[in-house]
Nanobody, 131 residues
């Protein structure tokens, strides 16, 4: 069974940056599309970004466009989320999730369907943006 572990979270000032990592074990990660989701206190979980199994397709939430970059290194079974120009509203627990999509260049970044589309989830890593 695929297992996912996130890391790289922490406390940064507004305008700062973090790189999150999602390391997979138990199964080759290149079989799966990987999505990043986040949940802030008192708010619903929302999709952040995703990358297809091939790496050829990506999607970003509007709030992430131009600031966040998702990438993957299948040889290392790792997916990254580079977050720049962080804002206080980015404060949340960030989760990575893996799911199978038949189209190798496609992934879904909609939280409303994530529970059905992404079978495997990590435990999350805390990101706090505050001055």
């Amino acid at each position: 069974q695929l297992q996912l572990v996130e890391s790289g979270g922490g406390l940064v000032q507004p305008g700062g940056f973090l790189r999150l990592s999602c390391v997979a074990s138990g199964y080759p990660l290149d079989y799966y599309s990987v999505g990043w989701f986040r949940q802030a206190p008192g708010k619903e979980r929302e999709g952040v970004s995703c990358v297809s199994s091939s790496g050829g397709g990506t999607n970003y939430a509007d709030f992430a466009k131009g600031r966040f970059t998702i990438s993957r290194d299948n040889d290392k079974n790792t997916v990254y989320l580079q977050m720049n120009s962080l804002k206080p509203e980015d404060t949340a627990v960030y989760y990575c999730a893996a799911g199978y999509f038949r189209l190798k260049n496609f992934c879904s970044n909609y939280d409303e369907s994530a529970d059905n589309e992404y079978e495997f989830w990590g435990q999350g890593t805390q990101v706090t943006v505050s001055s």
